[in-house]
């Protein structure tokens, strides 16, 4: 203990508990990173599949956020065990890289997780557990393309990637029109998609949200909606064969970059004054003007005088467009962003057949629609509701619909849903560990009690008891010989998948197995955690640091 003085002169006492401070090592620091983990898992676990609940997340501002996406649960809650925090990686590396499954993954990871701990009670050793749990997900995997089948996306006009993108919306709070949006999802993914390279660019497709209406008013846009209206109300509101100009600079006189003082000391100073600000402006509109320019698109803003220049010389302006729309306007019209007035040229300019002003409702709220555009390819979804959180909660299930189209044009293979596929596995994985002479088999059984957890929590969550339905689903694929029986959520009962267009990508359930496995992996192996402060101390005392 010492004795010290802040600035103010007021002492205060500094107490050392580094002494005192215990540090959980070994199979206890296991234990702990394990329940730890298991908590955030187990919070999720009630938001799987379509009769999942909502969470209500309050932040500490008061702001509210009700949703049933693992991704955003497991990011806006304030976790602040390491280990948990993984588990938050995670789910935001499903979220990163298939876009569908975030729910699923932390459930199934804490699940192993719960395997894992019965494990290490019966004495057997972290590494042999994470070598298991490496092959039973191996044997998972191959098992998924097994029971998988490729699917034609073309046929029927696409209805393969609507019943897919309807699966992914099911859960959420659109579900009463899940057909319409997932309609819109894969007409918006097949209108950008580069299908030779079976790949889909999503800063193509925009997905803008108006409050107002309900879901059902939710539309498609062959073209970029922008949340702006002309600057001025005597403006055209409708312009044919445009000529966009695109400028990051604003429509303002020069300012020194020195600092400096102007003084007025009389009528025919401020004359002067206002004159040669008036001349500026003119040139600015004159230049944009003679290069063949009839809209103007502009990031920053203007004052009133410059506005009104523009509507004299009869050309439309929008002020204050965000970056991320001065970008995808100039890709989409093929523009060149300007960034000084004197660098315009008649072939910087973008080109779209229309743009036009639409008005919603009686609100007098207005936006901006570009259509046929000269450049590349891009669409808008604009996402309708009652009220911004609905809206919010709108716009991250069209997101999932639309990853899971990407994913099925990336790899067009399907498996069946309702947790049919993980009771597969299991069963399969089982008689595998009998054949393994190892004690790996332990883990691999274990892994299988893991994978069952997916098909009791959608029981579960349906009101159905989940031992009797798990039981009654294995019978049903045992007894016929069929991988497609799994838990009809919306029915309350077991049902063949398949017969009710329950499906899902191979992409997104294979990715699940994988980074379930290697998050739980990595937490196996961690059995001691030494904060950057206390490991400085450490090689400070071993005569190792400074």
Request: overall charge negative; glycine content about 6%; proline content about 3%.
């Amino acid at each position: 203990m010492s004795l010290a003085f802040d600035e103010f002169g007021k002492p205060y006492l500094i107490v050392r508990d580094q002494s005192v401070r215990k540090r959980t090592k070994g199979i206890d620091a296991l234990k702990a990173n394990i329940i730890a983990a298991r908590t955030v898992a187990t919070s999720l676990k009630s938001s799987l599949g379509p009769k999942g609940m909502d969470k209500m997340i309050v932040s500490p501002d008061g702001d509210v956020l009700v949703t049933n996406d693992g991704a955003t649960i497991v990011e806006k809650m304030e976790i602040v065990h390491p280990t948990a925090g993984l588990l938050v990686e995670l789910s935001q590396s499903q979220d990163n890289e298939i876009g569908d499954g975030t729910t699923g993954v932390v459930v199934l990871a804490g699940a192993l997780l719960d395997q894992a701990l019965l494990l290490l009670e019966k004495g057997i050793h972290p590494l042999k557990i994470a070598s298991g749990f490496d092959v039973a997900c191996d044997m998972a995997s191959s098992r998924l393309d097994e029971i998988s089948r490729p699917v034609n996306i073309w046929e029927n006009e696409h209805e393969n990637l609507v019943r897919t993108a309807i699966t992914a919306l099911g859960s959420k709070i659109v579900s009463k029109c899940k057909r319409k949006l997932a309609e819109i999802a894969v007409k918006a993914v097949l209108a950008v998609a580069d299908l030779e390279r079976r790949d889909v660019n999503f800063e193509l497709i925009k997905m803008t949200t108006k409050t107002g209406g309900s879901i059902e008013d939710t539309t498609f846009v062959n073209g970029i909606v922008i949340d702006k209206d002309f600057s001025h109300p005597q403006m055209v509101k409708e312009v044919r064969d445009a000529r966009i100009c695109v400028l990051t600079c604003p429509f303002e006189p020069p300012k020194p970059k020195n600092k400096y003082t102007l003084t007025i000391a009389s009528a025919s100073d401020y004359e002067e004054l206002k004159a040669q600000e008036e001349k500026y402006f003119i040139e600015m509109v004159n230049l944009v003007k003679d290069s063949g320019a009839n809209v103007v698109m502009c990031q920053w803003g203007f004052d009133d005088e410059a506005n009104h220049l523009l509507l004299q010389n009869h050309l439309p302006a929008v002020r204050w467009v965000s970056g991320t729309d001065i970008e995808l306007l100039a890709i989409a019209t093929g523009a060149k962003i300007i960034p000084r007035f004197q660098l315009i040229t008649p072939e910087k300019l973008g080109k779209a057949g229309l743009i036009k002003e639409l008005e919603f409702g009686t609100t007098n709220q207005r936006m901006l629609l570009i259509e046929e555009l000269a450049g590349s390819k891009a669409v808008t979804i604009l996402v309708r509701g009652s009220s911004k959180m609905v809206v919010d909660e709108a716009k991250r299930s069209i997101h999932d619909a639309l990853c899971v189209t990407r994913n099925l044009i990336k790899d067009n293979k399907i498996i069946v849903g309702g947790g049919a596929c993980e009771l597969n596995c299991a069963i399969h994985l089982r008689q595998k560990a009998d054949e393994l002479p190892g004690i790996e088999q332990y883990a691999i059984r274990y892994f299988a009690n893991a994978l069952e957890q997916i098909p009791l929590a959608l029981a579960d969550n349906s009101g159905l008891n989940p031992l009797l339905t798990l039981a009654e689903a294995k019978n049903k694929q045992t007894t016929e010989g069929s991988h497609l029986f799994g838990v009809d959520c919306i029915g309350a009962k077991i049902s063949n998948m398949e017969d009710i267009n329950v499906f899902e990508t191979l992409l997104s359930k294979k990715q699940q197995f994988q980074l379930a496995t290697q998050v739980v992996k990595m937490i196996l192996k961690i059995d001691d955690v030494i904060e950057k402060d206390e490991m400085a101390e450490m090689m400070q005392q071993q005569g190792l640091g400074g």
